[in-house]
């Protein structure tokens, strides 16, 4: 296999530089299995670059043959001693280092797992044991990412595992373009990377390399269609899943299996059934010869993803059967060839009549899932979004989580940034999915979100945009996102380090130490920039309808989507507690029902979400609420302007081309800080009538 | 020619039954030409179906031969005296009723112009003696106008004669279909009645059958394509012009002249020169050559229509040149053939900083076009919109017309109902453009809006709807503006009987009082009942951003479209006085510069256009500003479920299909005003504090 290197499209963090310190080296690689052979082959490239040698077997060694055709040493010089070895712990022939490590970890009972792998270096030797070949080849992405790091002095065991067994990313794609939403539902960077003209992209080379990003970053499974499944889409399950296998041979090599999101109304759309109820016996068989065929051209194939009874999508309610129905028919087509169905939770009512206060949106998930509890089959996997609506910059954790413990949960995040800046403000969200992983939702004594989610799935944010991801530094959120699925416990500063050091050390090479220190100014708090100019203290929303950038304070106030956030001259906020709301702080256990419940007690930054209050009530952090929408919006402008600044001094240590893109945007964040800033605070000031106190210009 | 009447489409105001009381009798048309010769086909074609008789001169009738083919009669029977003699005043020999006529008025010295028309009644006979043939076709549906009337005991010799010389239409028709603007902008009857799959329709029957219709009410011109002349469109006045031509044939019949909306940068965009500046040679040459082109193809080719610098459109700011010399160069090219060039003056800044109070998008056309004045070719029609912003349901009068005293001015009215329900709605608006040229801008003794005004323009409201204009009720806005721009001091409410007698009547025959007073009751007060439920006192706008339809109150608050109301919790409204705001009243002449400046003396239903006032200031009508508007709204619901209500009564009168179009709109149209209530109640009881007097619900 051709290692994938498009020339249309930016390295990220995988440029060449970074394979030097193995390419440089030699390296054996023992065991059998595609995956295998994608390190194999990913280990020639490198060699064929940097000198180093791709080492044969000893076996091989002996009859004198020349390490590898694409290697640029001699057939001598490769017969040395390896600097690496990357072997399946299976193997029965080790090195002796290699045997050292097997030996030495052969104490820990716990299973290392098909994508697990051992690191340790013993002498000169650096070992990568794996439990599997997807091991093998994490093994060596690892090796990638530690550098030169990794070749020097002892290293012991160390054990790496992924916590959760699906690192998914799902692709709001659609192989046409809509008039409006483009190709990418929610996408901010370009076209699809998958579809084209009406089909696969004739040229998949670039969906390869984006399968080889991911697998480095830790991701092993796509959904390749959006989760709104419209007319020609509905056919990749059926008279179009060729095109489908086309694009699941380019992500195999590296790991990732495919998922595809499906309509529910399949056996109506596309088998001509009368209806789709999943009792119907002609249904249920319908969706099992289905499946079949689709295991037939894709027999690694991963699974479905449905978006049912959501925003107009068909959906089991039609038929008066309930979601866990709904879920278990697709699930039994699925079981038999280890097939798994994931469904979104996202159930709510997007009619609502803005004049009815006792409808909540934010309760609809829990009260459509948590009485299914137990119903589902363990192949089902209910995806939750994190938060209780929809994406917005600040959330509590969905009720939904914690209300599941017999039932598979996927939490759900959105690295594309619908709601947080559209890739045009720069906006590095693990901070937030660290928030959301660590959130325990019994209190210290219980498992937080990481333990209880089963896997995570996010939203993509790459498209054909030559940076994969509109904004540069957007690729940082991609990077991170696989990361954290891999281990939930990994720091979202120490993230952001290995991203840079991967994606930008050949050019910052003359001052990484200034590159390092002036990015993690502008993007470790970004989020919580992005957070102060924009809706306050969780109560979400006011952005323009439908494409969702920029502000519009009264935008969804009086729609049917159940977003509201119900300010008049006095106060501002959503009542949703039990004592005069809505009730749905009554869906969290303890102690956060109480928390949530209590004014004084709900913490600042959801004080919004939770409560209806007056301008003048004091927030925990010792200012009124109306002070506080004002003191950050100044805030965050400044910090806006200030990112910007900071960039401005790095044009000496990063390429001129990505440098002018940042730039650019930067400009487009500032501009529309500033308008945030503006309409939020003179909204506000309109509307209560409160000065400021620090008497900054409100229009 | 075929007399068109289309199974595709609602014979509107021309049902065959209209034409029974001439097609029963005996006519005769004197004179020549083709509008003559559309005449006597429609006579022809009357009296095919109802029995009468075509006849010819009395030298054919000498000859015995039978007087028309068409006509069901015989020969012999076509040998009688004539009921009806439509003649060209300047034929040699009239029958002795048409010569009595002609001698009678010969004392008269006013002309009667090539349109005009003298009807009289002498013993037996009706006569209409034409200054030209277009006059003698405007006098035959001014006959058929009477019906049964026209002949019934004798008649004076009255004069009709259109007031303005040009009664256009402009169609903001695009040939391709935008995928959110549909093909017709701002259309709310589905696509083009003109283009259809990338050019003219395949059969024109229905344009013919539309000029029909207009020429029945009076309309002369039509501009074929919309003003933004986006790509496709540009090419009409080159390579594309057959396909105006096909639709100028069809129009030419009905006395219906083919305007164009061109792009001022057609030299460029076209012709690929370097530049369209409005002085350069070569790019006078181009625009002469073409359109010497345009009139080769359509030698009766009305002229252009140009919005230049307008909302992203090209003008002649990009080379420092003057509206007046941008609408002169093609007044220079235009002249040699007659035509003439419709020049819009919706020239403003909609990039406007909703933080920069100083600029006032009302301020704009005056500000461009006022300086100008005299330095417009005699063939340059400044053509403005009857007030300052953009067709809302309430504005003052625009300055503009009264400004340019040695300019001449097209008044532009919106027949299409962008801001006025959208043809969902019912809104009948002769009873606004009344007030418009009815208004005097220096006071009762100068003239009004009516005698300063060279031409009416409206943008039509039809497209391929089977009604022609969406909403069946919407029909009457457009036979009625034709009517006005014939006759500017013609009753609203005597123009609806019209329109009800012409398109009811064969149905209504049971009962057409009660018909014609339920119509009177929906339709009479409806624009005044649709300001009431949307945006209060002139202020304008409140609709939602983009499509317009709808309530938003805040929608453009904060954009830079320059369309604001700037309401916050102490009051609400545009300070735009001279002493304390944007010093718009200061382009009125007295007494409206004196009245608009105060805010006791300005009339009630503009004053938040003017003046930004607290909720509690008292209107003139004694109520407080915040009452008045939950008043208003709470009146204007309650009035659209009347409407409602009252056409539940005339299943009975009204064809089955069209009563239950109606029926579903009328249910939208409460539904919506409903919504329009309780948005802009709830926007301001939040926003000012104020409970309403009556206590009732506002949420």
Chains 1, 2 share one sequence.
């Not at 490769?78 to 072997?87: I, M």
């Not at 030169?148 to 054990?159: D, K």
């Not at 109306?626 to 900071?646: C, K, P, V, W």
Request: glycine letters at 10%.
């Amino acid at each position: 296999m051709t290692v994938p290197e498009p020339t249309s499209a930016h390295a990220a963090w995988l440029p060449a530089e970074a394979f030097r310190p193995i390419g440089a080296r030699r390296t054996l690689v023992l065991g059998d299995g595609l995956l295998v052979e994608t390190a194999r082959d990913e280990v020639a490239h490198a060699c064929a670059r940097f000198g180093g040698s791709l080492l044969r077997r000893a076996d091989d060694r002996a009859s004198g043959q020349a390490s590898d055709r694409a290697s640029g040493r001699t057939g001598d010089q490769a017969g040395g001693q390896a600097d690496l070895v990357l072997a399946l712990a299976t193997e029965a022939h080790l090195p002796a280092a290699a045997q050292a490590v097997r030996e030495e970890s052969g104490q820990d009972e716990r299973p290392i797992g098909a994508e697990g792998f051992l690191l340790a270096r013993r002498g000169e030797v650096t070992v990568v044991l794996a439990g599997g070949p997807a091991g093998l080849l994490y093994g060596l992405f690892h090796v990638v990412r530690l550098g030169e790091a990794a070749f020097g002095g002892p290293r012991p065991v160390e054990r790496h595992r992924p916590a959760l067994r699906r690192r998914m990313l799902d692709h709001w794609d659609n192989i046409d373009t809509h008039p409006v939403m483009g190709q990418v539902e929610r996408g901010y960077a370009g076209g699809s990377v998958f579809w084209q003209d009406g089909g696969p992209r004739g040229d998949l080379t670039r969906v390869r390399a984006y399968a080889r990003l991911l697998a480095a970053a830790g991701v092993n499974a796509i959904t390749v269609n959006n989760v709104n499944v419209h007319a020609t889409e509905a056919h990749l399950l059926t008279d179009r899943l060729g095109d489908v296998a086309a694009i699941a041979a380019e992500l195999r090599p590296y790991g990732i299996r495919t998922h595809l999101s499906v309509n529910f109304a399949a056996p109506i759309v596309l088998g001509a059934l009368a209806c789709a109820d999943p009792l119907d016996e002609d249904v249920r068989a319908w969706w099992a010869a289905a499946t079949a065929r689709v295991y037939d051209a894709i027999p690694d194939f991963g699974g479905y993803v449905v978006k049912a009874d959501s925003e107009g999508q068909p959906g089991p309610f039609a038929y008066g059967r309930s979601h866990a129905e709904g879920a278990n028919l697709l699930a039994d087509a699925l079981a038999p060839f280890g097939g798994v169905v994931h469904w979104r939770a996202f159930v709510y009512d997007h009619r609502q009549d803005w004049r009815d206060r006792s409808t909540d949106r934010a309760r609809a998930a829990y009260d459509h899932f948590a009485p299914l509890d137990g119903q589902f089959r363990a192949n089902a996997i209910l995806q939750v979004k994190h938060g209780p609506m929809d994406f917005q910059v600040r959330e509590p954790v969905s009720p939904v989580i914690a209300a599941m413990p017999r039932t598979r949960v996927a939490v759900e995040l959105q690295v594309t940034q619908e709601y947080t800046g559209q890739q045009r403000h720069v906006c590095y969200l693990p901070p937030m999915w660290r928030e959301v992983l660590d959130f325990e939702p019994r209190g210290p004594e219980g498992p937080a979100v990481a333990g209880l989610a089963d896997e995570l799935v996010a939203v993509s944010n790459v498209g054909d945009d030559f940076y994969w991801t509109g904004h540069p530094l957007a690729q940082a959120n991609l990077y991170a996102f696989g990361r954290l699925a891999w281990d939930p416990r990994l720091d979202p500063a120490a993230l952001l380090d290995e991203w840079i050091d991967l994606t930008f050390t050949p050019a910052a090479a003359g001052d990484p130490e200034r590159l390092r220190g002036t990015l993690h100014a502008m993007m470790d708090g970004s989020w919580l920039t992005y957070e102060r100019y924009t809706a306050p203290l969780g109560v979400g929303f006011m952005v323009r309808p439908g494409h969702h950038y920029g502000p519009d304070v009264d935008g969804y106030e009086y729609t049917p989507w159940g977003t509201y956030h119900f300010a008049d001259r006095d106060g501002v906020g959503v009542d949703r507690t039990r004592a005069t709301g809505t009730g749905f702080t009554g869906q969290y256990p303890e102690p956060w029902s109480r928390v949530y419940e209590s004014a004084e007690e709900c913490p600042d930054e959801l004080l919004l979400f939770f409560h209806h209050v007056p301008y003048q009530h004091v927030l925990r952090g010792g200012t009124s609420v109306i002070q506080h929408i004002y003191d950050t919006h100044f805030a965050g402008a400044d910090q806006a302007a200030e990112t910007r600044l900071l960039w401005q001094k790095l044009t000496d240590l990063v390429d001129p081309e990505l440098h002018a893109r940042v730039a650019e945007l930067l400009d487009e964040q500032l501009r529309s800080a500033e308008e945030w800033r503006d309409q939020i605070n003179t909204y506000f000031s309109r509307k209560s009538g409160v000065p400021d106190a620090h008497g900054r210009r409100i229009y």
